[in-house]
């Protein structure tokens, strides 16, 4: 099993969840076998899809996209960082299971773009992770002792490593040649070394 890329999927839920619900829009839809998705856009067939609203703390709805300031009554964890609403931490976790599904419809190896996807999320989870210190929702501690990790992983991935790749590593790098799947899915389905 690789550790590292196993650890980039804790990662993202420690980086995604937090701030999740503050940073881009989530869009959650059903496909026609009745399967619920969520992602940060919807897919061709769902483009009139809209953004998830969530009802905050103080009972007013906000966009799933929009950044909450200093609200009055913020409740903090016991290392200083701020709680997140039960209904962020709800969504968080139906974001989290969606994260970790592939998408049944399997596409050629193409290691560019395998490459090019396992970069752009590691490189998501740090910007995530940045934001949840600037809102307060993750420790400067926790982010510095996680984004090495991460950045570490990142570095292990390449074109050059793709192409001679085989078994399990193979097929993760198949599974994200794909745009519709995460690493947490992929690594989940194709433990590899």
């Not at 937090?18 to 076998?33: E, F, L, S, T």
């Not at 009745?34 to 998830?52: I, V």
């Not at 709805?61 to 913020?74: E, Y």
């Not at 999320?121 to 991460?150: C, H, W």
Request: charged share 20%; with cysteine.
């Amino acid at each position: 099993m690789n550790k590292t890329l196993s650890w980039l999927a804790m990662a993202a839920l420690v980086c995604g969840l937090a701030a999740g619900a503050q940073a881009q829009p989530v869009y959650k839809w059903v496909d026609a076998q009745g399967k619920t998705h969520y992602g940060s856009q919807p897919p061709p067939s769902h483009a009139d899809a809209e953004p998830l609203k969530l009802q905050s703390n103080n009972g007013s709805t906000r966009s799933v996209s929009s950044s909450s300031s200093g609200k009055p009554g913020q409740q903090y964890n016991a290392d200083g960082t701020k709680k997140i609403p039960k209904d962020v931490e709800e969504f968080g976790e139906g974001l989290k299971k969606s994260l970790q599904t592939v998408d049944s419809k399997q596409v050629p190896l193409n290691c560019t773009a395998a490459v090019g996807n396992i970069h752009d999320q590691a490189d998501t989870m740090l910007e995530v992770g940045q934001k949840n210190v600037r809102d307060g929702y993750m420790s400067k501690a926790d982010f510095d002792k996680n984004a090495p990790k991460i950045r570490e992983a990142r570095g292990r991935y390449s074109v050059s490593d793709c192409q001679s790749s085989s078994g399990n590593k193979k097929l993760f790098y198949q599974c994200m040649s794909s745009s519709n799947n995460h690493v947490m899915g992929c690594d989940k389905q194709y433990k590899h070394e």
